[in-house]
DNA sequence: ACAACGTACAACCACTCGGTTGTATGTTTG
DNA sequence: CAAACATACAACCGAGTGGTTGTACGTTGT
């Protein structure tokens, strides 16, 4: 793990650490939506709504693409992925414990049996 | 989704927001250690592993032991899991969107067929 | 042309965060 | 018992966050 992926580890979470942010990026995941469209959908400014995409963008957790006067807004589960696949690596340390658990009670008196 | 899972969320993703909470989580996960010798391991003062630890443990992400004078920390690997299934329900998401595109060129004249 | 719309960004504010030092309390060891 | 150790927590501080309003600028519709 070098200091790169632990930046974008670090944008990440922190990016899917507030309620309304993981609520856009279901949003956009599901279909593509303007910036106006989802800044409709929430009790708060437009500007905070689109600042909110600017973090997930940033992240590289969507894209924007540019239509006319609107920005498209679409999420990328290959992102999404990556985060789950890093999830997936600290289990994989969880049954590395389980394994060495394993040798402690596995001192077998006769290895070849 | 509920508003305690929303909580549950912001805490997850929150706690991991920060690189050295991941750290310590991957120790934890990958077996018992007591908070000073976590503590040891990083640049910086007792007091901030040991806050760090805090907000990991109010998460639900690691649970203490107490064993006389030390307080042995140890990874929740179905914490974890939880946190992966989200990202799992959010690639879900994903591929409705996916499914609603076959509909679009699913324009089958013969249904019957 | 011009009004309305959609976006972007700057400036500001209350609050939170990640670090510090200091202090209190319980536990182990000489 | 006294000294050293492990933990917990409060108080503080600079930096960052999540919200606001205001401004600027390109695009669309009448």
Redesign the pocket.
Known sequence: MNETDEDRADAWF?AL??R??RDILRRVLAGEH????L?RSY??????V??????LERAGLLT?R???????ASGDVEAVRSVGAMLTELEALWRGRIARMDELFATDPDPQQ
Chains 1, 2 share one sequence.
């Open positions: 922190h650490a507030d309304t942010r303007s910036v106006s469209t800044a009790d708060m400014s437009f500007a905070a689109q600042k909110h995409v600017a973090v924007k540019r239509q006319g006067r609107e920005a498209l």
